[in-house]
């Protein structure tokens, strides 16, 4: 998690770029056991054989179209940030789109979702619309928290999106509560809660992992593992680089998948659903993905070679799955039709998020605070 001292342990090259694959010299450094998830490794060299059953071709492009409206509203929160739109930090998901998408076909209407600030790709994916979403970054008043929640506290409860979260990990034992309520409740949902590689060594993952465990809660835990904490690479901060290991000492049963492939995703958190429904507790699924743009809005990317983020482009979850949607004879003309609809579809939330009033400032207090007032107290 510590970025202070990064700089000093890439050797840089004289433009300020990290020298291309200095971090293979270094990963092996103070591990025990041979290095492999490593951050230039690709995500289908990832370890676990499961069962993954083909989509429908007609499912595989709404999922494609799905993933395009995820890369291209980044894109448009990234132009509208440089404009100075945006107050505050704004991290984009462009490269876990997969994780995302997958993840969301594979469970149900009135099933729970917590995420990270990293987390406009779950909220799109789970069905919020992208013009409300967009002026919710904006701090717009047609925003779902009417603006007050920003991009780090992504939010639609009606969605089944009961948070994104700023503070890394703490979205995690949120959604235990809510696998706990169900559980209590006998209502059959599952809560699935995404973070990434950092948040591994956070205490309260532990705490919630042990927890989940022993209670068998109806609960899936996915690790989007982009090899980077920040600026950080995974070398760095973890003494396995395989996170799907940790958890597997407390009984639970793990999986570490090509996070950037959407059939294998759905497959994974598939099983995890059926488990969890089952009564048989709690999976955790590490998803291999790659973070394609900066940690967030403005970041220079000084501490990564460019030669590994081009490596990871022949792999990322656009590509993956239009090859998919060309080899299963869903002909070009479509895809590309498709895309020139989301295309509009962005511009046209682009133009309804600027339109978006300001919230007034009379309602600075209201939805913020629950409880009994000053007041009444
Ligand atoms: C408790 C806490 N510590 C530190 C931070 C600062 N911080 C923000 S993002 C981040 C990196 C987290 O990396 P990872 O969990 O791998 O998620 P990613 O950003 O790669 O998706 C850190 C350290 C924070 N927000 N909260
Ligand atoms: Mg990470």
Redesign the pocket.
Known sequence: ?K?ADTASAVPQKTDGRAEPLAQKDAQTEGSPLPASITTDALPSESKSAIDVPELDADLLLEMYRKAVLIRLLERALLAAAEEGQIGGAM?T?IG?EANAIGAAYALRPGDYITC???GHHHGIAWGMDPGRSIAEVMGRSDGFAKGKGGSMHFVSPEHGMMGAN?????QVPHAAGLALASQLRGERKVAITF??????F?GVMHETFNMAAKWKLPLIFYC???R???M?PIWRTSSIEDIYLFPRAYGMATMQIDGNDVEVVHAAVSQAAERARSGDGPTFIEGITY?LAG?MAGDLETYRPEEEVEKQQAHEPLTVLRKKLLARGVEEARISETEAEVEETIDDAVSFAEASPWPDAAETYLDVFTGPTSEET
């Open positions: 998690m970025q991290h998901a876990h990270t600030y990293r700023g503070i890394v990990a703490a973070f990434g590689d950092g948040a591994m956070q989007e593992n982009n980077y904490s920040e950080t973070r940690h």
